[in-house]
């Protein structure tokens, strides 16, 4: 068994989780890689509060053992703001009925007080950790902090990884730009050293880790753990068309692209006529989250019909090297044999 800070401060068998992907790390694949030894993530960004209520009685009722949630918290998002809100409500109420009933029940993104509550709901459900992205707010981490929560912050750049630092979370992902995802500049090889030599806290990295080669080489970076998202779409237990789970299977390096076309930032997903028509019209884009009303109907037809061309489907560079599907408690469990041979043979001999 492998043991880090991260086994230990949880309580886990494998430094492995799965990480907090909107819409595909629903409670089944949470609950299958907790019970697994890894720590599942629940990947909570857009839903609405009773479908967040729902999914997190669903994990408590499969499993015992640690799962986390994940929260964006940025202030465009937390704002009470009406003024902020209004772009956004515009591009809501320009949407016909066939395409809100598509967004219905994960448009937390779009709905203002949603992510508020989303927050309550957590705290009260004080789930073994909070994995925030974007933003780390003092008040956030202190009421975690009062009911035990850790919280963990995923960050893509040394200065974001300082950030989060400061305001006191309690574990760090470095997320390479090899992510599928929202993802930045700089590869998993140089970010997870870099900010290892920054910060206190324990550091997981994440992106680019399919097998067990790249936790073993996580671990070797000096990290305490993997955090794994492409790997785990084409499993059983992920949400998700069986077009989109097949692409990963077919993908290569050349199939992913960085677009800002989705949510308004950055992001890792399958290239496809809706990125490409959209970095061809020159058009700006809402922002964030206004983009997401923008393009949400679309990639709703992704995840729900499995429009390749149209669909939005983030997609790290793993996709090369991800060939079958497997369930998920398989992957995590193969993961951590795996690294723990390659560690014990290049381990020096006395
Ligand atoms: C389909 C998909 C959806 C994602 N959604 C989120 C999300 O909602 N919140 C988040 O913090 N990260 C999200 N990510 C990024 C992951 O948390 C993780 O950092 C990333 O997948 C790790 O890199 P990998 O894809 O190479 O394993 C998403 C990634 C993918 C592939």
Excluded at 36 to 45: D, E, V
Excluded at 259 to 280: D, I, L, Q
Excluded at 291 to 302: I, K, L, S
Aim: charged share 20%; aromatic share 6%; hydrophobic share 45%.
């Amino acid at each position: 068994m492998i043991q880090t800070a991260l086994t230990e401060a949880l309580g886990i068998a494998h430094p492995i989780c799965s990480a907090g992907m909107a819409r595909v790390a629903q409670a089944e694949l949470v609950v299958a890689v907790s019970n697994a030894g890894g720590m599942g993530c629940l990947g909570s960004a857009g839903f609405m509060p009773d479908t967040l209520r729902d999914q997190i009685e669903t994990i408590k009722r499969g499993t015992d053992k640690p799962f986390a949630a994940n929260l964006l918290l940025p202030d465009a998002l937390t704002t009470e703001d009406e003024q902020q809100w209004a772009p956004v409500r515009e591009l809501w109420d320009s949407l016909d009925d066939q395409e809100r009933t598509k967004l219905s029940g994960i448009e937390a993104l779009l709905t203002p007080g949603a992510v508020a509550d989303q927050v309550q709901i957590v705290l009260d459900a004080a789930p073994t950790a909070v994995v925030l992205t974007f933003a780390t707010p003092d008040w956030f981490i202190r009421e975690c902090k009062e009911r035990g929560i850790q919280v963990f912050a995923l960050v893509g750049s040394v200065g974001k990884a300082r950030e989060a630092s400061a305001a006191g979370v309690d574990f760090i992902v470095a997320q390479g730009t090899e992510a599928g995802g929202h993802t930045g500049y700089v590869s998993t090889m140089t970010l997870v050293p870099a900010v290892i030599d920054e910060v206190d806290q324990p550091v997981l990295a994440a992106g680019g880790i399919a097998d067990g080669r790249g936790l073993a080489a996580a671990l070797a970076l000096g990290a305490a753990g993997a955090w794994v998202g492409t790997r785990f779409i084409a499993s059983p237990e992920a949400f998700g068309h069986s077009a989109f789970k097949q692409r990963v299977l077919d993908g290569t390096f050349k199939d992913t692209t960085i677009t800002h076309s989705y949510s308004g930032k950055r992001m890792r997903a399958f290239a496809n006529k809706w990125t490409s028509e959209w970095e061809a019209s020159g058009a700006q884009t809402s922002g964030f989250p206004g983009q997401y009303a923008v393009a949400g109907p679309r990639v709703e037809t992704g995840y729900q019909d499995g429009d390749l061309d149209f669909g939005m489907m983030p997609a790290g560079q793993t996709i090369q090297l991800v060939h079958e599907s497997a369930p998920a408690g398989h992957i995590v469990e193969q993961m951590a044999a795996q690294a723990e041979a390659i560690l014990r043979r290049i381990a020096p001999r006395d």
